[in-house]
């Protein structure tokens, strides 16, 4: 079973914020949290990873509670091209990428 | 930088057939991960190799599914024999562990499996 939690689907206007949370209950220490999107009949592609503190780069922001327990990625204007499957995963620092599974992702929708 | 290359990117095939599927990843990139993606899941993870040794097959089911990573580049994985429940994307993924981004895995585009 996946390490991770999300909702099934979700739904933002375009040039709309849009906050994708992610439970991560059993997070270990050495745990990364990883957040990818898979685009229609592509691979997933890397989107932004942390491990206590908020990130930022080009594409998004990555807010992790203090408890680590979860997550929100946060893409500060969705446009259409955002419109995939996100998926948190959990990455141990020790083993890259052993036994890491892919829930089903929440998929989000935007509108025009 | 090029991508990670797969091949083909459509196979059909009828159940009890063959069938492989080949992967080049970045250069230099020693880690390299087969998945299998079943439509409205996510990737599940078959086979992960380090360099040309395998670090974790446990998820692959090796009564018809074998990977091979020769010379530590390309991959190739097979089924032998198909069966329905194989149709799916396989999806091919390489990491550079020296990167400092390290954790970021890049994919290839997939190949889709359809197996009648």
């Known amino acids: 079973d996946a390490k991770t939690t999300q909702p099934n689907s979700m739904e933002s206007n375009e040039e709309e914020p849009v906050h994708l949370p992610c439970n991560h209950s059993?997070?270990?220490?050495?745990?990364?949290i990883h957040w990818y999107r898979q685009l229609p009949s592509q691979g997933p592609e890397y989107v932004i990873h942390g491990l206590t503190s908020n990130v930022n780069n080009r594409m998004a922001s990555l807010a992790i509670a203090e408890d680590r327990k979860s997550s929100t990625l946060i893409l500060h204007r969705a446009t259409l091209r955002d419109a995939a499957v996100y998926y948190c995963?959990?990455?141990?620092?020790?083993?890259?990428?052993?036994?890491?599974?892919f829930g089903p992702g929440t998929s989000l929708s935007v509108i025009p | 930088e090029a991508g990670v290359a797969q091949s083909p990117r459509y196979k059909i095939i009828e159940k009890r057939q063959s069938v492989a599927f080949w992967c080049n990843p970045i250069s230099g990139h020693a880690t390299l991960y087969w998945y299998q993606q079943i439509l409205g899941q996510g990737p599940k993870l078959l086979i992960q190799?380090?360099?040309?040794?395998?670090?974790?097959d446990s998820q692959l089911p090796k009564d018809r599914f074998s990977a091979e990573r020769l010379k530590g580049v390309d991959s190739t994985l097979k089924i032998q024999p198909a069966k329905l429940e194989d149709s799916a994307v396989y999806l091919c993924?390489?990491?550079?562990?020296?990167?400092?981004?390290?954790?970021?895995?890049?994919f290839g585009p997939g190949t889709r499996l359809t197996v009648l």
């Open positions: 993924a390489s990491i550079s562990t020296t990167d400092p981004l390290w954790g970021e895995q890049f």
């Open positions: 995963i959990l990455n141990s620092m020790k083993t890259s990428y052993d036994k890491v599974i």
């Open positions: 059993t997070i270990s220490g050495t745990d990364y």
């Open positions: 190799f380090q360099n040309n040794g395998v670090v974790d």
